[in-house]
């Protein structure tokens, strides 16, 4: 039933466009043939000019000798600084559309949705002033631009004119005052403001305008196209009763993206209610429905399930063609209930982390986390790879939730615990009393997470050999083809990279990210460990603004290795915690004793064994070899000799005599 309602919309509103092509071809006939009476289509129409002093001025000129039976053209003083109350203003006295130049247009058509007609300047205007400016004998030509405007080829310009140009880019008339008071130029040339504040300051300057020619025929285009709006109304008419009283939800966008239609049903839907959506993109409203997305798919038309506001519903999306041409795209939108797949089912689905949750701004961190981001725009399955603890699972959730595919479900599966039937968990099933939606089904057009594949069964990767080759499925018991939609993150540990087959291995890291283990993230460790302290896992401690405390276990925490790093650095952070608490305002040097406490004295003494050799068999080293290594044993844990040739095994004196021996080669090697 579903599939007949939207193919019969997507029929009407085909229908609506060849309607309009027809009335478009009649109206312009019309047009051409009324414009010079003064009426267009007997219909009345109001246009408002933005106009800074001089343009006003001259702007006012002209619209005084226009002789308009059905166009009212309201003329506005407008500045930058004004924009916004000046276009509230006449939207409120029914214009309908704008004219504006220069710096006001840019403004305009950043800041607004509202119909504008932009004052014409091209190449030619430039080098006609810039032509002019070396006749008066200018030198040196300044050329304003402002600074929100496109770009222009200034070498172009100074290769015709023949005279040397200076570009001055601005964004206030302080700063553009400010410029112009220090340029070296001998004349400049600019829009209205520019011609203001140049004749302020006595220097020679040129209006870019053409005078009345380029004003009156953007005020001609500014009424033609309020004709076509006005006229487009009908088609908007028709539009609205097509889909006022139709059971599915209906919208309609361009091809620019941008929201021409749609009913309350959509709205509710998409969890949009009481917004004003007319003009704004669908693609940054609701990402997964994108225009963008739906065309680079190459499809005339796509039947997806989307997770939106909390509820799984049925998206049929369909071309809107002019001849060859794509004019937009019609979405027709019902809740599903074919399966059980309720808010309850989903919304545990979701990712919690963002970049801004991301601690440390080490060179290895920040390097990862902008590839991230990068990859997050991708469609393509991703691989993170990285030791235990390093923030796999947070850099997945980062990038799902940076996606286009954000509000989608995010999903994690352990394949570990994924038993031998793995289709019934992945695929679902509907076999009756067993009716279940499967995790892959569940994800939409979502993000998978998969961890422990090394521990993996086959029947799991007989399940993902069929969607990453074949990107569908059935359900166990189902006769209906299902779609695989998802993009899959998976996680990787070095030592699993062997346990699981090569070909799924390729197709999982079409894209892969490596992140930095803890030891080599430099003072990162040492904010993490402060961050984990003070508000994080360990709980409530007065260690808040501490810094004597930090710099007293710096020491500490860089030499560490933290062997499963995130993990291990929550894990002693908590004991770190209790000692401390127990230990009642400890000194500084207590402080130290508890944090080796909390790592552990051993692990502390193994790694330094394993970085200096030395001390794991002092009978065969030199004592030069020893000796570095007790320094180290000195500097980090605070030993005596006493207690260093006790952990050593080695006499006290013959520990004294290597590092006096030792002391005494190292001056005579510096004399």
């Known amino acids: ?104 247009a840019e ?46 080829n200034f070498e172009a310009l100074q290769e015709l004119a023949g005279i040397p140009i200076e570009p001055i880019y601005f964004e206030s008339e302080p700063e553009l005052t400010y410029l112009l008071e220090h340029t070296s130029c001998d004349c400049v040339i600019g829009a209205s403001l520019t011609v203001e504040v140049a004749e302020r300051l006595g220097l020679p300057c040129i209006l870019i305008y053409d005078g ?87 499809q005339i038309k796509t039947d997806h399930i989307h997770l939106l506001n909390g509820t799984m519903v049925r998206c049929v999306q369909t071309q809107l063609q002019q001849g060859n041409r794509q004019v937009g795209m019609l979405i027709t939108m019902l809740p599903d209930s074919s399966r059980r797949k309720k808010t309850a089912d989903t919304q545990k689905f979701v990712a919690r982390h963002q970049w801004k949750d991301l601690v440390g701004d080490s060179v290895a961190i920040t390097q990862a986390m902008t590839a991230g981001k990068q990859l997050a725009q991708t469609e393509e399955h991703i691989m ?25 479900p995010f999903v994690v599966i352990n394949a570990t615990v994924v038993g031998q039937d793995a289709s019934r968990t992945l695929f679902g099933s509907e076999e009756g009393a067993n009716d279940h939606a499967g995790l892959f ?5 979502g993000t998978i997470v998969l961890q422990g594949l090394g521990g993996a069964s086959e029947s799991f990767f007989a399940c993902l050999r069929q969607v990453l080759v074949y990107h569908s499925f059935f359900s166990v018991g189902g006769t209906t083809l299902k779609v695989f939609q998802a993009r899959i993150i998976t996680l990787l540990e070095p030592e699993e990279a062997g ?101 552990g004295e051993d692990e502390l003494l193994e790694q330094l064994r394993q970085e200096y050799p030395a001390l794991q068999d002092p009978a065969d080293s030199t004592p030069e070899a020893i000796v570095e290594g007790v320094a180290e044993m000195k500097r980090l844990l605070k030993y005596n000799d006493n207690t260093i040739a006790d952990k050593l095994g080695l006499g006290r004196t013959t520990l004294w005599r290597m590092q006096k021996k030792s002391g005494a080669a190292k001056a005579k090697k510096e004399e």
Not at 384 to 408: D, R
Not at 441 to 445: F, K, S, T, V
Request: proline share 3%.
């Open 212 to 298: 009345e020619y380029t004003i009156r025929t953007s005020i001609e285009r500014a009424r033609l196209l309020a004709a076509e709006l006005q006229a487009s109304s009908r088609k908007e008419a028709i539009t609205d009763a097509l889909v006022r009283d139709v059971p599915a939800g209906i919208i309609i966008t361009d091809e620019n993206d941008r929201i021409t239609t749609f009913n309350q049903q959509a709205k509710a839907l998409v969890g949009l209610q009481g917004r004003k959506l007319r003009g704004l993109e669908l693609g940054e409203l609701v990402p997964p429905l994108s225009y963008n997305t739906f065309y680079k798919s190459g």
């Open 384 to 408: 993170i790879l990285g030791e235990s603890g390093t923030g796999k699972s947070f850099f997945a959730q980062c990038i799902h939730q940076s996606s286009p595919h954000a509000s989608e």
């Open 441 to 445: 089904e569940l994800a939409g057009n």
């Open 1 to 104: 039933m579903f599939d007949k309602m939207a193919e019969k919309c997507s029929i009407l509103f085909q229908f609506r466009v060849y309607l309009g092509r027809v009335e478009q071809k009649e109206r312009k006939k019309m047009l051409f043939r009324n414009i010079k009476g003064g009426n267009i289509l007997g219909n009345s129409y109001k246009i408002c000019f933005l106009g800074y002093r001089k343009l006003r001025e001259m702007a006012q000129q002209v619209i005084d000798k226009l002789n308009y039976q059905d166009t009212t053209v309201v003329m506005k003083e407008c500045a930058i600084e004004t924009l916004e109350q000046v276009v509230n203003e006449a939207d409120s006295e029914g214009c309908q559309v704008f004219v504006a130049g220069s710096a006001n």
């Open 107 to 152: 403004e305009f058509k950043q800041r607004f949705s509202e119909h504008l007609v932009e004052l014409h300047i091209d190449m030619s205007d430039y080098v006609y002033c810039l032509c002019r400016a070396r006749d008066m004998g200018a030198r040196r030509v300044g050329v304003t631009i402002y600074r929100k405007s496109r770009q222009m």
């Open 499 to 599: 346990r699981f087959p090569r070909e799924l291995r390729e197709m999982l890291s079409v894209f892969s990210l490596t992140l930095p283990p803890l030891r080599e993230r430099g003072d990162d460790v040492i904010e993490l460990f402060r961050i984990f302290a003070v508000r994080g896992e360990a709980g409530t401690v007065s260690l808040r603004g501490q810094k004597e405390l930090w710099k007293e276990l710096d020491e500490l925490l860089r030499f560490y290795a933290w062997p499963t790093n995130l993990i291990t650095l929550s894990a002693v952070v908590k004991r770190y915690v209790y000692l401390y608490r127990q230990a009642m305002n400890p000194s500084p040097g207590v402080k130290r004793q508890l944090l080796i406490k909390a790592i």
